[in-house]
């Protein structure tokens, strides 16, 4: 990602869009950082060799592999500029934010660019009688729950189902607000709540996670040898299967194909086998949806990448922090009960049980991109926070590969 140079033109973060089946539907690019002269950007006319060209350019290769659109705001003037020709129409929603001055070139260039295949949502929709014209030209309207909570709007959403319009939820915080949000007739939600809803975990452990959790521990254990890992994984047949699989995908980055454990462990390395073992092993025993398992993928590739990119020593530590620090939603059950039963070195455990030390304080960077804590990474200096959006925002596209190549058929 970072190869196209949108990331030195704009500090970007994705933020997740569900359906009422709380599956995946695209992402909405946000530009968290408030003091970056780019974020102006998309208020001015495109040039041949401007950022916007490169953004859109990164928006096509990552529709090609996610195939979900990417919100992107825009101002009036990026409308009324000529857009790429190459930018394809399904990867991207224009989005336009309340307040906006509602013209007749505004109207007509929507139009234009509707004709060519370009959806456009409303954001902040406040019901101002000032935005109607706009209503039958746009695909989604959000709003946002903070500034209007749902039963303060529910005859007025009455009249929105004359359009054609569909609904987005922003900010939904609970299940007692995403319920009312599809009964009143909204299709789609964004909010921290629809990853990680009410965490009431039971304190028993399965059997077989009992059995991976031993596992677990064998593997992380510094005088475990190359001959004792390769055994332990090879007992375990649908491990190795998937553990090839993962291995063979895109997600890896390999380039040689390995047919084996023992071919794995000499063509990775020790390290980096306990990585993609400890993957394989949690997600093979996961109680918790896809979406829970994106997030956590996201964040443990998020927290090495942010480490490789910061010369931190041991970045698959890191990457093992990211995924442990979530093994409480994976099991269902309570964290404290299960890290008991994992050895860990000191600044893992600290770093997994209470977000403490170097590892947790990336753990810490890397939620605040989750949770859409701005004011928090607002106070990092750029570097850094340039490198956990960046890390972060390739760690959401290393997760799909990943989650790719553990639910495609046979």
């Given at each position: 990602?970072?190869?196209?140079?949108?990331?030195?033109?704009?500090?970007?973060?994705?933020?997740?869009?569900?359906?009422?089946?709380?599956?995946?539907?695209?992402?909405?690019?946000?530009?968290?950082?408030?003091?970056?002269?780019?974020?102006?950007?998309?208020?001015?006319?495109?040039?041949?060799?401007?950022?916007?060209?490169?953004?859109?350019?990164?928006?096509?290769?990552?529709?090609?592999?996610?195939?979900?659109?990417?919100?992107?705001?825009?101002?009036?003037?990026?409308?009324?500029?000529?857009?790429?020709?190459?930018?394809?129409?399904?990867?991207?929603?224009?989005?336009?934010?309340?307040?906006?001055?509602?013209?007749?070139?505004?109207?007509?260039?929507?139009?234009?660019?509707?004709?060519?295949?370009?959806?456009?949502?409303?954001?902040?929709?406040?019901?101002?009688?000032?935005?109607?014209?706009?209503?039958?030209?746009?695909?989604?309207?959000?709003?946002?729950?903070?500034?209007?909570?749902?039963?303060?709007?529910?005859?007025?959403?009455?009249?929105?189902?004359?359009?054609?319009?569909?609904?987005?939820?922003?900010?939904?915080?609970?299940?007692?607000?995403?319920?009312?949000?599809?009964?009143?007739?909204?299709?789609?939600?964004?909010?921290?709540?629809?990853?990680?809803?009410?965490?009431?975990?039971?304190?028993?452990?399965?059997?077989?996670?009992?059995?991976?959790?031993?596992?677990?521990?064998?593997?992380?254990?510094?005088?475990?040898?190359?001959?004792?890992?390769?055994?332990?994984?090879?007992?375990?047949?649908?491990?190795?299967?998937?553990?090839?699989?993962?291995?063979?995908?895109?997600?890896?980055?390999?380039?040689?194909?390995?047919?084996?454990?023992?071919?794995?462990?000499?063509?990775?390395?020790?390290?980096?086998?306990?990585?993609?073992?400890?993957?394989?092993?949690?997600?093979?025993?996961?109680?918790?949806?896809?979406?829970?398992?994106?997030?956590?993928?996201t964040r443990a590739r998020a927290c090495e990448r942010y480490a490789q990119i910061n010369g931190l020593q041991a970045a698959e530590k890191y990457f093992m922090a990211g995924l442990l620090s979530g093994i409480d939603l994976l099991l269902q059950v309570e964290k404290s009960v299960v890290m008991a039963h994992i050895r860990l070195e000191p600044d893992l455990q600290k770093a997994v049980l209470i977000n403490e030390g170097p590892i947790g304080e990336v753990l810490?960077?890397?939620?605040?991109?989750?949770?859409?804590?701005?004011?928090?990474?607002?106070?990092?200096?750029?570097?850094?926070?340039?490198?956990?959006?960046?890390?972060?925002?390739?760690?959401?596209?290393?997760?799909?590969?990943?989650?790719?190549?553990?639910?495609?058929?046979?």
């Amino acid at each position: 990602m970072t190869e196209s140079n949108e990331f030195y033109d704009f500090l970007l973060a994705r933020q997740p869009i569900y359906d009422t089946e709380s599956h995946l539907y695209g992402y909405e690019l946000v530009f968290p950082d408030q003091d970056d002269p780019c974020l102006a950007a998309t208020e001015v006319a495109f040039d041949e060799t401007g950022p916007l060209v490169r953004l859109c350019a990164s928006i096509n290769r990552q529709y090609e592999t996610l195939r979900q659109p990417q919100f992107l705001l825009v101002g009036s003037q990026f409308l009324l500029s000529q857009l790429p020709a190459t930018l394809i129409p399904a990867a991207v929603v224009f989005e336009l934010m309340v307040p906006v001055q509602v013209t007749s070139e505004l109207l007509e260039r929507i139009a234009y660019w509707r004709a060519k295949g370009f959806r456009f949502a409303l954001c902040g929709f406040d019901f101002d009688l000032a935005y109607d014209p706009l209503l039958a030209l746009v695909d989604f309207i959000k709003i946002d729950l903070l500034t209007m909570p749902v039963e303060s709007m529910l005859a007025r959403l009455r009249q929105l189902k004359r359009t054609d319009c569909r609904l987005i939820a922003e900010k939904v915080a609970d299940k007692t607000t995403l319920i009312q949000c599809r009964e009143a007739g909204f299709e789609f939600f964004q909010g921290y709540y629809l990853v990680v809803p009410d965490r009431v975990f039971g304190t028993r452990i399965r059997t077989n996670a009992h059995i991976m959790l031993q596992i677990l521990n064998r593997i992380q254990a510094q005088d475990v040898s190359i001959e004792e890992l390769s055994r332990i994984v090879a007992n375990e047949p649908r491990l190795v299967y998937q553990l090839l699989r993962i291995l063979n995908s895109p997600a890896s980055r390999l380039r040689r194909r390995v047919e084996s454990i023992r071919d794995a462990i000499v063509y990775l390395g020790l390290a980096q086998l306990k990585k993609w073992t400890l993957l394989t092993l949690l997600t093979a025993n996961c109680n918790a949806g896809v979406e829970v398992l994106r997030l956590l993928l996201t964040r443990a590739r998020a927290c090495e990448r942010y480490a490789q990119i910061n010369g931190l020593q041991a970045a698959e530590k890191y990457f093992m922090a990211g995924l442990l620090s979530g093994i409480d939603l994976l099991l269902q059950v309570e964290k404290s009960v299960v890290m008991a039963h994992i050895r860990l070195e000191p600044d893992l455990q600290k770093a997994v049980l209470i977000n403490e030390g170097p590892i947790g304080e990336v753990l810490n960077r890397v939620a605040d991109v989750e949770e859409e804590e701005w004011a928090s990474l607002g106070k990092l200096p750029v570097r850094f926070r340039r490198a956990v959006l960046i890390a972060h925002f390739e760690g959401g596209l290393w997760a799909h590969e990943t989650l790719s190549a553990l639910t495609s058929p046979d």
